[in-house]
């Protein structure tokens, strides 16, 4: 499989605790976006990536949350001190830099359940 | 599996028939538009764009129509099969950014 690839794709976590996501995006896409969906709502931009550098974040993205890509190639988004309404899927996609647009493509989500 | 898009917009059509899913945008500056289908259980799958200079574009089966006056989009899909049931979003993004802005969902029922 080609396409996009997160892990976990299921976490349930207790209230308080940290946990992080990991990212594998199609093979030479430099361009890299995490998102956030809960139930009955359309995806939520959270931040995307150009290679290693992290070229916008969202207000959405408080101070518990982290996203990196060290070597310009996977990514992990990390949760510290989980809330319950941290409880959604978390979506990551991967484009190729072109000219202007860029498709991007979803990988399945990883869904946090926080207790 | 898990329901994506509780309590959205429904289209129940008949397979064979055409389907309409319609989709106001907010911002007039964007300048880029995706429609997404997503399954239960899984990410937004890519199924047409277009760019804010055209206002339709053709794909297999399925057919955008972009409306700048009126800040309107909407997604035509030909012969509906039993497979394009699932939940539909359009998105926006304007220009010098990548970030994507979704409306909300529709979901599309189609019944034999």
């Known amino acids: 499989d080609t396409g996009v690839s997160q892990d976990p794709r299921h976490k349930i976590t207790k209230r308080g605790q940290n946990v992080t996501f990991r990212c594998d995006p199609i093979?030479?896409?430099?361009?890299l976006y995490w998102y956030r969906q809960t139930l009955g709502q359309g995806p939520e931009f959270l931040t995307y990536?150009?290679?290693?550098?992290?070229?916008?974040k969202s207000r959405l993205l408080s101070d518990r949350f982290s996203a990196e890509r060290p070597k310009g190639s996977f990514s992990t988004l990390e949760i510290q001190r989980t809330e319950q309404g941290d409880s959604a899927m978390y979506l990551c996609?991967?484009?190729?830099?072109?000219?202007?647009?860029?498709?991007?493509?979803f990988g399945p989500g990883t869904r946090l359940t926080v207790l | 599996g898990e329901s994506v898009g509780l309590h959205l917009p429904t289209l129940s059509v008949q397979e064979g028939d055409n389907s309409i899913i319609n989709c106001a945008y907010s911002?007039?500056?964007?300048?880029?538009f995706i429609w997404y289908k997503q399954e239960s259980g899984k990410g937004p799958q890519f199924i047409i764009d277009?760019?804010?200079?055209?206002d339709k574009r053709q794909g297999q089966r399925v057919t955008v129509l972009l409306n700048k006056t009126v800040k309107h989009l909407s997604l035509q899909i030909a012969a509906t099969q039993p497979g394009d049931s699932a939940v539909y979003f359009c998105?926006?993004?304007?220009?010098?950014?990548?970030?994507?802005?979704f409306g909300t969902g529709t979901r599309l029922q189609v019944f034999p």
């Open positions: 996609a991967s484009s190729l830099l072109a000219s202007s647009y860029n498709e991007q493509f």
């Open positions: 093979s030479e896409h430099n361009r």
């Open positions: 990536f150009q290679n290693e550098a992290q070229l916008e």
């Open positions: 911002n007039s500056a964007s300048d880029y």
């Open positions: 277009i760019r804010s200079n055209m």
């Open positions: 998105a926006e993004a304007g220009k010098n950014t990548d970030k994507l802005i």
